[in-house]
């Protein structure tokens, strides 16, 4: 079986090549032109993948030494994501798979987050729980098999991404953030600034009110200190940092409890971040716990992983028509 990828679902055009299972590419385009904006602007991440979906696709066939007539199936992500970048994907597979009469397959990409894990070793067995974090997702998953996954808790407002970003935003970082906030948190004390932790019934999640937190907090120190923020600014991202990490990882000891769980897995972009990978190892040793964490290239949004759901649906005989749109808010299964 050998399997060409696309993961288009946000500000990442990607392909990847999988031969029976194993990943022998995985080409990503990042796209630049949003740092100048502060955040993902839709229409101009819709031209940027146009632009490179067909170079992105070439070298990720070179790398794996395989030609386009040697491919028995294309995945793509049908979502979630944003609408104009699915199109590119979708369109690009759905025509590229009608030229060669090979068969299609949809992935969700919240699901490709969970079975990034089983690129490479360690792998989880089944069942596990995975916090799967990112810019727009915060979820608690039941992992049963790789295609039956439930979602046992998830965020009723925010995406703790968002707080990440939010946070940033506010005490003039660049965009992206999230990695800045992790990389000035290294040199500060995590402990300078408290903030609420909040609190929501069973597994959810909520951040709106730690984002409003930290806003009012900051708003009140300048007004005594203009420069506040300057001068405390690796404290108040190592403070901000350790408050969102103690919020995801409150959840996850819950939710081990209950499932009478062993293995813990993170996926998504925000398992790149150093303070949640320590987080949950530390929290894995104390309660004796099987802890999975991707390479960073994993985290972050990659066909390797779309590739690894198609896999697994291939396996399965299951497969899409031609008749296939995306689905920007696509829910797991």
């Known amino acids: 079986m050998n399997l060409l990828a696309i993961e288009s679902s946000c500000d990442e055009t990607s392909a990847a090549i999988m031969v029976n299972g194993e990943l022998r590419s995985n080409i990503v385009s990042t796209q630049l032109i949003h740092t100048q904006w502060g955040g993902v602007v839709p229409e101009l991440a819709s031209r940027a993948h146009q632009k490179s979906i067909i170079p992105v696709v070439h070298e990720a066939l070179q790398k794996a030494n395989i030609n386009k007539n040697e491919l028995n199936a294309i995945a793509f992500t049908r979502g979630p994501g944003l609408l104009g970048a699915l199109l590119i994907g979708t369109s690009f597979a759905k025509a590229l ?30 069942p596990f729980l995975c916090l799967t974090v990112s810019g727009g997702h915060t979820q608690l998953v039941w992992v049963k098999s790789p295609l039956e996954m439930e979602v046992i808790g998830e965020t009723q407002d925010d995406a703790v991404g968002e707080a990440f970003d939010k946070t940033a935003k506010l005490i003039g970082l660049p965009y992206p953030g999230g990695p800045m906030i992790d990389k000035l948190a290294k040199e500060g004390n995590p402990n300078r600034f408290p903030f609420p932790l909040g609190e929501m019934p069973g597994l959810d999640f909520s951040f709106s009110g730690i984002k409003t937190a930290i806003l009012y907090f900051l708003q009140k120190e300048q007004k005594n200190n203009p420069q506040f923020i300057e001068e405390n600014k690796a404290d ?42 320590n987080g949950i190892q530390e929290l894995g040793a104390q309660q004796n716990w099987d802890v999975f964490i991707p390479a960073f290239s994993y985290c972050t949004d990659n066909a390797g992983m779309i590739a690894m759901a198609g896999h697994f649906k291939a396996e399965a005989g ?15 299964k």
């Open 97 to 126: 798979a009608l030229s060669l009469d090979i068969p299609l397959i949809e992935v969700n990409h919240m699901e490709a987050h969970v079975l990034a894990h089983f690129i490479e070793d360690p792998k989880p067995s089944f």
């Open 318 to 332: 299951i497969f899409c028509g031609q008749d296939v749109s995306p689905l920007p808010r696509m829910a797991m």
């Open 236 to 277: 108040i991202c190592a403070s901000v940092q350790k408050t969102l990490i103690d919020m995801l990882l409150r959840k996850v000891k819950k939710a081990m409890k209950e499932k009478n769980c062993q293995q813990i897995a993170i996926a998504g972009g925000v398992a790149a971040n150093s303070g949640l990978r």
